[in-house]
C-alpha cells in the first residue's frame, strides 16, 4: 500500500485523515490547558453533556448540517461546564462528583432524545446515532472545513490570550491578586474545551473524544516542563494520533475513531515510559546507577578503612571476605569489578584487593566530603 500516495489521493483516506489531524490538533492545543489544569474528567463531561445538544439541534432544526449540530452540542456542553461549575462553587459538593452528576444527567437525556427521535416518521434522521462512537469515515470535505473554522477560533483564542490563560493555568490566586477576571477567564477557557469538543465528535464520538482532549496534552507534559512547547507538542501528537490512527484503520478495516484513540494511547504510553526526564524507564535506568554508584563508593570506603589499619603498608592486600556478609558477594564484587576497571582498585591472590594510588585520593575526597555535610548547618 502507497500511504503518501493514497494520502495525496484518495478521496476518502485524505478527508479523514485531514479532518482527524484538525480534530487532534485543537483538542491537543487546548487539552494541554485541561491537563495542567486537572480538569480532565471535565472534558469527559462535556464531552457527554454534547450528546442531547446534539439531537435537540436536530429535533428543532430539522437539519443535519455539520455547523447546525456543532452549535447544538456546543451550547449543551457550555451549560453543561455551567451547571458544573454552579454546583461546585454553591454547595459543598466535590468537583468529581458534580461532574459525574452532569455527566449521567445530560448524557441520558441525550438518550432520550435520541430514541425519540428515531421513532419519529421525519426524514433525514438516519446517522445521528453516529455521534456516539463517531464515524471518521463518513466525514465529508464541508465537514473538515467546518472542524477546522471551529476549530481555529479556539487556537487563535489561545494565542490572543495566552498570558492570562498561562497565569490562570499555574496560579490563579496571583492572577486574582493582579485584577484579571479569573472567573471570566475560566469561562472562557472552559468554552475553548467546549469548542475543541465538538469539533471532534463526529470522528471520534461522544463516548471516546474525552480520550483526544487528555491524551495528548498528557504525553507532552512527560517530554517537557515549557508550556508553549507543552502546547505545541500536545497539538502535534493529537494531530499524528489522528493521521496514523486513519491509516491504520483503512489499512486494517477497522473502526477509524477507536483506532486513532489506541494510537493516541500508545504515545502515551511510549511518553510514559521513555520521556527522558519523567519516563518510568529512565527513572528505573538512573535508581540502579545510583544504586550501582552508592555500592561503588561504599566498597571503596571499606577498602581505604581497611588500609588505614594498615597505615606502614599502603600495598597491602586485603581479604574482602568480610564485605561479602555485610553488602552481599554479589554487590562487592560488581563494585571491585568496576573499581579495578576504573583504576582505583587492584586484585592480588585469591580475594584480596588494595587500593590504588588514585583509589586512595578519591577515598580521601569522597571522606572530605562527607564531612563537610556533617558539619554543615
Avoid: C
Avoid at 473502526?255 to 500508545?266: C, Q, Y
Amino acid at each position: 500500500m502507497d500511504v503518501l500516495g493514497d494520502l495525496l489521493f484518495d478521496y476518502t483516506l485524505r478527508t479523514v485523515a485531514l479532518g482527524s489531524a484538525v480534530l487532534g490538533i485543537v483538542s491537543g492545543a487546548v487539552g494541554a490547558f485541561a491537563v495542567l489544569r486537572r480538569q480532565a474528567l471535565l472534558g469527559d463531561a462535556m464531552s457527554h453533556a454534547a450528546l442531547p445538544g446534539v439531537a435537540l439541534a436536530f429535533l428543532i432544526t430539522g437539519s443535519r448540517t455539520p455547523l447546525v449540530l456543532m452549535i447544538g452540542a456546543a451550547l449543551a456542553g457550555w451549560v453543561a461546564a455551567l451547571a458544573i461549575l454552579g454546583i461546585i462553587r454553591a454547595s459543598r459538593v466535590k468537583a468529581d462528583a458534580a461532574m459525574a452528576l452532569i455527566l449521567s444527567v445530560f448524557f441520558g437525556a441525550g438518550l432520550v432524545v435520541l430514541t425519540f427521535i428515531q421513532r419519529q416518521p421525519a426524514a433525514g434522521k438516519a446517522g445521528l446515532d453516529r455521534y456516539l462512537f463517531g464515524q471518521a469515515a463518513a466525514l465529508l470535505e464541508v465537514d473538515v472545513i467546518t472542524m477546522a473554522a471551529v476549530g481555529a477560533i479556539a487556537v487563535l483564542a489561545l494565542l490572543v490570550l495566552w498570558k492570562e490563560f498561562k497565569l490562570l493555568s499555574f496560579n490563579p490566586d496571583f492572577a486574582a491578586s493582579l485584577g484579571f477576571p479569573v472567573r471570566r477567564l475560566d469561562v472562557l477557557l472552559t468554552s475553548l474545551l467546549v469548542i475543541a469538543i465538538v469539533v471532534g465528535l463526529k470522528t471520534v464520538g461522544v463516548v471516546l473524544m474525552s480520550a483526544m482532549v487528555v491524551a495528548p496534552g498528557a504525553a507532552a507534559r512527560q517530554w517537557t516542563d515549557r508550556l508553549g512547547v507543552m502546547v505545541i507538542l500536545s497539538a502535534a501528537l493529537g494531530a499524528f494520533a489522528g493521521v496514523a490512527g486513519s491509516v491504520i484503520s483503512t489499512t486494517a478495516h477497522t473502526a477509524t475513531g477507536p483506532t486513532i484513540v489506541l494510537v493516541a494511547t500508545g504515545i502515551v504510553a511510549v511518553s510514559l515510559l521513555f520521556a527522558p526526564r519523567r519516563g518510568l524507564a529512565w527513572a528505573r535506568l538512573r535508581a540502579w546507577r545510583r544504586r550501582r554508584l552508592l555500592a561503588l563508593e561504599t566498597v571503596l570506603a571499606d577498602l581505604a578503612a581497611l588500609s588505614a589499619q594498615h597505615a606502614r603498608e599502603p600495598d597491602r592486600a586485603h581479604h574482602v571476605a568480610a564485605l561479602y556478609a555485610v553488602r552481599g558477594r554479589s554487590i562487592v564484587d560488581r563494585a571491585l569489578a568496576a573499581l579495578a576497571a576504573q583504576g582505583l582498585a587492584r586484585r592480588g591472590a585469591g580475594d584480596t584487593w588494595t587500593l590504588t594510588e588514585r583509589g586512595h585520593d578519591r577515598a580521601s575526597r569522597a571522606a572530605r566530603l562527607r564531612e563537610a555535610d556533617e558539619g554543615a548547618p
